[in-house]
């Protein structure tokens, strides 16, 4: 498991549970009978909710009666999309990762294996973690310019479902060529900084885009907000960055800048507004405000080390 602050609630394993699941997920199919099959084993009551629509699936959770806790089937996306309903509710959070990334159940410790996401439940241990509020919406893990966005509209086809993690890298350089440098402003609390930049990522996660990595000390629940842009000459220097987003272990330097803050604030040098891919999806636009949510969501974790 990613490291975490400690501070989470005793063990309560949940004796009835509401399962959320994305039928257009990757791989919901194959996985969410043997997830639920898993839990009933460990004697869960579970019902399966199997949703058409992010609309529809949030309607079900504002309105659902109480229970002892919520599971999302699906991958970031999905369960980023519903965080406006769940945040509302005061029960846990389970997630079964169904997406092709899973980048926020990385960063927890859940694993990919449906029968042992389902043990993790079981065993009741949980952890509260931060969220961010990027334009008055919810995220989970990244909020990000440049480069991701084309990606992200790159992958609106069957390519990311049907090749799964494989797809990001052959998306990546489709996208740099139809890509554009940013010039932004960029405000850290009280600085201010200008950047010309290819990509700008914002998190309150650990790890976004099919792997990569905020920032190697980030915490899932530090109540910071973690930043970092870089500018690239050419594809080829994509490369010289590539182990340093891959572990989150970028420096400053000419072309590399990191920052942290509990609120950024993000402007164009121009007029013109930019997309910005909020956890894979493309849902908000420049100029906006990016602000942490500490402690704001409880999921069903491993155990940590302390526990």
């Given at each position: 498991m990613d490291k975490l602050s400690n501070a989470a609630p005793k063990a309560n394993p949940p004796s009835k549970v509401d399962c959320f699941i994305n039928p257009n997920a990757r791989a919901a199919q194959e996985m969410a009978d043997t997830f639920v099959a898993a839990l009933e084993k460990a004697g869960i009551d579970v019902t399966v909710h199997w949703t058409k629509s992010s609309e529809q699936a949030l309607q079900a959770i504002k309105d659902l009666p109480e229970t002892d806790a919520i599971l999302v089937g699906g991958g970031d996306g999905t369960i980023s999309g519903l965080l406006p309903a769940l945040l509302e509710r005061k029960e846990s959070i389970g997630i079964l990762p169904l997406g092709t990334a899973n980048?926020?159940?990385?960063?927890?410790?859940?694993?990919?294996?449906?029968?042992?996401?389902?043990?993790?439940?079981?065993k009741g241990h949980r952890l509260s973690v931060d969220t961010g509020m990027v334009a008055d919406r919810p995220f989970l893990n990244v909020a990000s310019l440049g480069i991701s966005v084309e990606i992200a509209s790159l992958h609106e086809d069957r390519t990311k479902k049907l090749l799964g993690r494989f797809a990001?890298?052959?998306?990546?350089?489709?996208?740099?060529?139809r890509h554009r440098p940013?010039?932004?402003?960029?405000?850290?609390?009280?600085?201010?900084?200008?950047?010309?930049?290819?990509?700008?990522?914002?998190?309150?996660?650990?790890?976004?885009?099919?792997?990569?990595?905020?920032?190697?000390?980030?915490?899932l629940n530090d109540g910071l907000l973690r930043l970092y842009y870089v500018s690239p000459h050419n594809a080829l220097h994509w490369l010289w960055f590539l182990p340093g987003l891959w572990r989150g272990t970028l420096r400053d330097g000419e072309d590399a800048h990191t920052g942290t803050a509990q609120e950024v604030s993000i402007e164009t040098r121009s007029n013109r507004s930019k997309k910005v891919n909020v956890d894979g999806e493309i849902v908000a636009q420049t100029p906006l405000k990016i602000s942490i949510r500490p402690k704001s969501l409880t999921i069903f974790a491993p155990a940590g080390p302390s526990d």
């Open positions: 980048d926020f159940a990385r960063g927890v410790g859940i694993p990919p294996d449906p029968e042992a996401a389902a043990k993790v439940i079981a990001y890298p052959i998306r990546w350089a489709e996208a740099w060529h940013l010039k932004l402003k960029i405000t850290l609390d009280e600085e201010t900084r200008h950047a010309h930049c290819s990509l700008l990522a914002v998190g309150c996660g650990r790890h976004y885009g099919g792997g990569l990595t905020l920032h190697e000390k980030a915490r």
